[in-house]
């Protein structure tokens, strides 16, 4: 069992969390970039827009659209500090931790099969 299960069988409970979806244009996006961009991608928003203690603009610096990490993000409660400290128990205040990092990172984006349509589908939950 992979440790963020529970989190994201809380998660797809929510009405909020739950209606967070790649489209089209987000799948074909991570199609033509492949996995190790969006990783890439991942890993570069979490460092600069959730990681330090005290994110500029926290609670508005995720847009809901227009990268499919965003979305993701939103999916997964990952998108500002107060979502963190709410759905993920990581107190607001303190910068995140490697381990914090990465765990939040390859919980929703590294499993993603470029190659494999329903794997992309399945990369929010």
């Known amino acids: 069992m992979n440790t963020l299960d529970p989190l994201f069988a809380r998660l797809a409970k929510s009405t909020f969390r739950s209606r967070f979806r790649l489209g089209q244009k987000e799948r074909q996006y991570c199609l033509d970039k492949g996995a190790p961009v969006i990783e890439q991608h991942a890993a570069d928003f979490i460092a600069k827009r959730l990681a330090p203690a005290f994110p500029a603009n926290d609670g508005k610096q995720t847009p809901m659209r227009g990268h499919p990490v965003f979305i993701a993000q939103h999916a997964t409660a990952t998108c500002c500090r107060g979502c963190l400290a709410k759905w993920h128990d990581i107190p607001q205040g ?32």
């Open 94 to 125: 303190v910068a995140l931790n490697d381990e914090q990092k990465t765990l939040r990172c390859h919980g929703y984006l590294s499993l993603v099969s470029t190659s494999d349509e329903q794997a992309i589908d399945n990369i929010i939950l």
